[in-house]
C-alpha cells in the first residue's frame, strides 16, 4: 500500500500560517492526494486535494511538490477551532473503486 | 442538511456477546464504508458497500459483518467482539459523481468490550 509520512505533532500560534508537511516516496501516477482533519469527537472531515497543481478553497492551500513525492497543506491564519489531527491521503484506485490510505496524521495544537 | 448518523454514539457490550452498530445517510450516495480507529491510531478501512455491491478489506477480520438493506442504511455486525476491538468505528460515504470523491464522515460509534 502507498504510505504517506508526516511528522506528530505540530504547535502553532493563533493568526499564524501553518505548514504541514508530508512525504508520499512512492505515490503512483494516478494517487490523488487528500487531506482530511479529525477534531476532538469527531469523524475525519474533508479538507482539501490534488493531483499535480497546487490548490486553494476556502479552509487550506494545498502545495504539491513538482516530482509529486511531497505536498505541504497551508492554513493561512490558524485559529484555535483548526487544533485536530490532520491527516494526509493518497486516494488510490483499487479493485475497482477509490480507496483512502490514511497516514498516521500529524495532531496540530494551535495557542492563544 | 444531509448528512451521516451513527448511532449509538457509545456502545458497551459483554466479550463475545453479538454487537450491531447502525448508520444512515442522507446524501443519497451510492458508496458506504465501515471505518475502524483504535486509540491514537489513524482510521483503517474495514470493508465498503458500491450499492449492493461488498467489498471486503483482505485484512478485515471474519468476525466482521456488514449488511445493506437499502441506500440509507449501513450495519456492521460484530459477532463475537473480543477487548481488541475496542475501538470507534467510522461509517462514511461518497459518491464516485461527486466533486473530489470526497468521504463524508459521520461522528463515529465507540465500543467499549467488558
Known amino acids: 500500500d502507498a504510505k504517506t509520512t508526516q511528522p506528530n505533532s505540530m504547535e502553532s500560534n493563533e493568526e499564524e500560517p501553518v505548514h504541514l508537511p508530508c512525504n508520499h516516496s512512492?505515490?503512483?501516477?494516478?494517487?490523488?492526494i487528500h487531506w482530511y482533519r479529525q477534531l476532538p469527537s469527531q469523524g475525519p472531515e474533508y479538507v482539501i486535494h490534488?493531483?499535480?497543481s497546487n490548490v486553494n478553497n476556502r479552509m487550506a492551500s494545498l502545495a504539491i511538490a513538482e516530482d509529486r513525492k511531497s505536498s505541504t497543506l497551508i492554513l493561512h491564519r490558524a485559529t484555535l477551532r483548526d487544533a485536530a489531527v490532520y491527516y494526509c491521503?493518497?486516494?488510490?484506485?483499487?479493485?475497482?473503486?477509490?480507496?483512502?490510505?490514511f497516514g498516521a496524521g500529524t495532531r496540530l495544537a494551535v495557542h492563544p | 442538511d444531509a448528512m451521516v448518523i451513527q448511532n449509538p454514539r457509545y456502545q458497551v457490550t459483554q466479550f463475545g456477546k453479538p454487537v450491531t452498530l447502525s448508520c444512515s445517510q442522507t446524501?443519497?450516495?451510492?458508496?458506504m464504508y465501515w471505518y475502524q480507529q483504535k486509540s491514537s491510531q489513524a482510521p483503517k478501512l474495514l470493508f465498503h458497500?458500491?450499492?449492493?455491491?461488498?467489498?471486503n478489506e483482505a485484512d478485515t477480520p471474519d468476525n466482521f459483518q456488514s449488511r445493506r438493506p437499502n441506500t440509507s442504511f449501513c450495519f456492521l455486525d460484530i459477532r463475537s467482539p473480543g477487548l481488541g476491538d475496542a475501538a470507534m468505528y467510522l461509517c462514511?460515504?461518497?459518491?464516485?459523481?461527486?466533486?473530489?470523491?470526497?468521504?463524508?464522515f459521520g461522528p463515529g460509534t465507540r465500543l467499549t468490550v467488558t
Open positions: 490534488g493531483l499535480t
Open positions: 491521503i493518497l486516494r488510490r484506485f483499487s479493485g475497482g473503486y477509490n480507496k483512502l490510505i
Open positions: 512512492t505515490i503512483s501516477g494516478t494517487d490523488y
Open positions: 462514511a460515504t461518497s459518491s464516485p459523481r461527486g466533486r473530489a470523491d470526497e468521504q463524508y
Open positions: 458497500y458500491y450499492d449492493k455491491d461488498f467489498n
Open positions: 446524501l443519497n450516495h451510492n458508496v
